[in-house]
């Protein structure tokens, strides 16, 4: 089906481990996006890709990277989970221009023990 | 750099009550503005969005907005809310075209609206 698409839904981690949370998207939209979601912070973006081969940090970037060699997928990868990054993840992706909507993903929810 | 606060963290209202869920932006250029609606364990989905034009903005679910620029405001409304309405409302905000845009959105902290029969 057409969409966009995250996995795992849930996963479960140690602190030291790496972790990809896989985003995909069938719309050939050039924007894709990563925030996590807190409670009282809303969604904070963390990472965000204007095209392929074109990534750029946002808010809260420290301890996470991303890759984005085809536009459909736009991984995110913790290098070394800590506990302040259990969070739920969005994926999310625009291709209506910059003035257009993002379309999101049902999220990724990841507890770092 | 900018920036949006949401005033309620939560409203609580009797079913078929009106509701207004209210969001201030600050930016020093001109914006796009949306509205987002999370039900519990899903992800976001857009109710309304202004780029230009009318500042009333009608959007999904018999959800309007209104934008509101001397004052940096885009306040969500509802004449009648449903219990189907409980959910998390998010007002975000982007750069608009020639201003710097990049495409991403920046949101507020989030509005629980509570339902109540």
């Known amino acids: 089906d057409a969409g966009i698409t995250q996995s795992p839904r849930y996963k479960i981690t140690e602190t030291g481990r790496q972790v990809t949370l896989m985003c995909h998207q069938t719309?050939?939209?050039?924007?894709m996006f990563w925030y996590r979601q807190d409670l009282g912070h809303g969604l904070r973006l963390i990472y965000y890709?204007?095209?392929?081969?074109?990534?750029d940090k946002g808010e809260v970037p420290d301890g996470y990277v991303v890759s984005r060699s085809k536009t459909e997928n736009f991984p995110l990868t913790l290098e070394s989970a800590t506990r302040s990054q259990t969070s739920v993840y969005f994926c999310?992706?625009?291709?209506?221009?910059?003035?257009?909507?993002?379309?999101f993903g049902e999220g990724s929810r990841l507890t770092v023990l | 750099a900018q920036s949006v606060t949401q005033l309620d963290s939560q409203v609580p209202v009797f079913e078929e009550a009106p509701v207004e869920l209210r969001c201030n932006y600050s930016?020093?250029?001109?914006?796009?503005l949306f509205w987002y609606v999370q039900y519990p364990n899903q992800g976001l989905q857009l109710l309304l969005k202004?780029?230009?034009?009318?500042?009333l903005v009608k959007g999904i679910n018999g959800f309007e907005a209104e934008f509101n620029k001397s004052q940096t405001s885009f306040h969500l409304r509802k004449p009648s809310v449903h219990i189907s309405d409980t959910a998390e409302y998010f007002c975000?905000?982007?750069?608009?075209?020639?201003?710097?845009?990049?495409?991403?959105?920046?949101f507020g902290q989030g509005t629980t609206l509570q339902v109540k029969p």
């Open positions: 999310a992706s625009s291709g209506s221009g910059t003035a257009g909507e993002l379309f």
């Open positions: 975000a905000v982007k750069t608009a075209i020639g201003s710097g845009n990049t495409g991403k959105l920046i």
């Open positions: 202004y780029l230009s034009g009318s500042t």
């Open positions: 890709s204007a095209a392929a081969d074109i990534t």
């Open positions: 719309w050939s939209h050039s924007y």
């Open positions: 930016s020093s250029v001109s914006v796009y």
